[in-house]
C-alpha cells in the first residue's frame, strides 16, 4: 500500500567558502542555536587524505584512491573525529593533511565516492553543512545557502594569528612540515602537528589552496546561483552567526 501523505523535505542550510572563511565556527554556532545536526564536509576530505597518506597511496592511483574512499573507516564522536580506530581530530587540521585534501578532492571518482556519506547526514530535525560544493552538488535543494568571502589576505591573518596562539600553546611538542611528512612516512598519523610560519608563506598557502579548490573541473569553490554572499571580512564571528540565523528565520517564515 502506498501512503498518500510524503514527509516533509529534511530542513538543509549550506555554508560554502573558501579556507579559512570562519565557515566552520559559523556553522558550529548555527547549528548549536537551531538544535540541527553539523556536517563538516571538509573533514571527511581531511581524513580521507589522511588515510591516503598513511597507506602511502600515490596521488595517481585513482582506482586505489577510490577504494579508500570508499572503505573510509570515519567516525564522529562529538567535537572528535576517528579514523581507522584512532583519535585523528587534530592531525586532520594540519596543513600538508588539508593540501593533500585539496588535492585528492580534485579526482571525481573520490568526490562520488564520498557523496551518499554526506548526503546521509540530512537527518531531521535538519542539517547545517558547511564546505565548498554544498549549495551546488551536494544539497542543491537547501532551503537556504550561505556563502562566505573574505580577501586572503585577512583569511592569512586569521590563520597565522591561530598558529602562532596554538605554537605558544605547545611550543615542546611542534613539529615542522618536514619533520609531520617523516612521520607520516612511517606510519605515524597522531603527531601531526603545523609549525609556525611566516605570514607569508601562510598567505602563500591560503592562495595556492583558493587556486585549486576554485580551479578544478568538478565541483570547484563558487557560490551557488541562489546563494547569498557574505563578506565577513570586517566582521566578527558572531555578526556573521546573527546574520545567517536571521536570514534562515525570514526563510524559515
Ligand atoms: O574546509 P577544509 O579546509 O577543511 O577542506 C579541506 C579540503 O577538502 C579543501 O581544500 C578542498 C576539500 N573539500 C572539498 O573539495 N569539498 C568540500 N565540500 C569540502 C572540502
Same mark, same amino acid.
Given at each position: 500500500?502506498?501512503?498518500?501523505?510524503?514527509?516533509?523535505?529534511?530542513?538543509?542550510?549550506?555554508?560554502?567558502?573558501?579556507?579559512?572563511?570562519?565557515?566552520?565556527?559559523?556553522?558550529?554556532? $548555527?547549528?548549536?542555536?537551531? =538544535? @540541527?545536526?553539523?556536517?563538516?564536509? +571538509?573533514?571527511?576530505?581531511?581524513?580521507?587524505?589522511?588515510?591516503? !597518506?598513511?597507506?602511502?597511496?600515490?596521488?595517481?592511483?585513482?582506482?586505489?584512491?577510490?577504494?579508500?574512499?570508499? #572503505?573510509?573507516?570515519?567516525?564522529?564522536? +562529538?567535537?572528535?573525529?576517528? !579514523?581507522?580506530?584512532?583519535? &585523528?581530530?587534530?592531525?586532520?587540521?594540519?596543513?600538508? $593533511? =588539508?593540501?593533500? &585534501?585539496?588535492?585528492?578532492?580534485?579526482?571525481?571518482?573520490?568526490? &562520488?565516492?564520498?557523496?551518499?556519506?554526506?548526503?546521509?547526514?540530512? *537527518?531531521?530535525?535538519?542539517?547545517?553543512?558547511? =564546505?565548498?560544493?554544498?549549495?551546488?552538488?551536494?544539497?542543491?535543494? #537547501?532551503?537556504?545557502?550561505? @556563502?562566505?568571502?573574505?580577501?586572503?589576505?585577512?583569511? #592569512?591573518?586569521?590563520?597565522?594569528? %591561530? !598558529? %602562532? /596562539?596554538?605554537?605558544?600553546?605547545?611550543?615542546?611538542?611542534?613539529?615542522?612540515?618536514?619533520?609531520?611528512?617523516?612521520?607520516?612516512?612511517?606510519?605515524?598519523?597522531?603527531?601531526?602537528?603545523?609549525?609556525?610560519?611566516?605570514?607569508?608563506? $601562510?598567505?602563500?598557502?591560503? *592562495? *595556492?589552496?583558493? #587556486? *585549486?579548490?576554485?580551479?578544478?573541473?568538478?565541483?570547484?569553490?563558487?557560490?551557488? %546561483?541562489?546563494?547569498?554572499?557574505?563578506?565577513?571580512?570586517?566582521? +566578527?564571528?558572531?555578526?556573521?552567526?546573527?546574520?545567517?540565523?536571521?536570514?534562515? /528565520?525570514?526563510?524559515?517564515?
Amino acid at each position: 500500500m502506498t501512503s498518500l501523505t510524503e514527509d516533509p523535505p529534511i530542513p538543509v542550510l549550506t555554508i560554502d567558502g573558501p579556507t579559512a572563511s570562519g565557515k566552520g565556527t559559523v556553522a558550529r554556532a $548555527v547549528a548549536s542555536a537551531l =538544535g @540541527f545536526h553539523l556536517l563538516d564536509s +571538509g573533514a571527511i576530505y581531511r581524513a580521507f587524505a589522511l588515510a591516503a !597518506l598513511n597507506r602511502r597511496t600515490n596521488t595517481n592511483e585513482i582506482r586505489q584512491l577510490e577504494e579508500i574512499a570508499k #572503505a573510509l573507516s570515519l567516525e564522529f564522536r +562529538g567535537e572528535s573525529v576517528w !579514523l581507522d580506530g584512532m583519535d &585523528a581530530t587534530d592531525s586532520i587540521r594540519a596543513e600538508t $593533511v =588539508g593540501m593533500m &585534501a585539496s588535492k585528492l578532492s580534485a579526482i571525481p571518482e573520490v568526490r &562520488a565516492a564520498l557523496l551518499t556519506r554526506q548526503r546521509d547526514f540530512a *537527518q531531521a530535525p535538519g542539517l547545517v553543512a558547511d =564546505g565548498r560544493d554544498m549549495g551546488t552538488i551536494v544539497f542543491p535543494d #537547501a532551503a537556504l545557502k550561505i @556563502f562566505l568571502t573574505t580577501p586572503s589576505e585577512v583569511r #592569512a591573518e586569521r590563520r597565522h594569528g %591561530q !598558529l %602562532q /596562539k596554538h605554537s605558544a600553546q605547545t611550543k615542546p611538542k611542534t613539529l615542522p612540515n618536514s619533520a609531520a611528512k617523516r612521520l607520516i612516512d612511517k606510519g605515524n598519523s597522531a603527531i601531526i602537528t603545523d609549525s609556525l610560519e611566516s605570514f607569508a608563506s $601562510v598567505l602563500e598557502k591560503i *592562495q *595556492q589552496r583558493d #587556486a *585549486q579548490d576554485k580551479n578544478r573541473a568538478i565541483a570547484p569553490l563558487k557560490p551557488a %546561483q541562489d546563494a547569498i554572499v557574505i563578506d565577513n571580512a570586517a566582521h +566578527g564571528p558572531k555578526q556573521t552567526i546573527d546574520a545567517v540565523l536571521a536570514l534562515w /528565520k525570514l526563510r524559515s517564515n
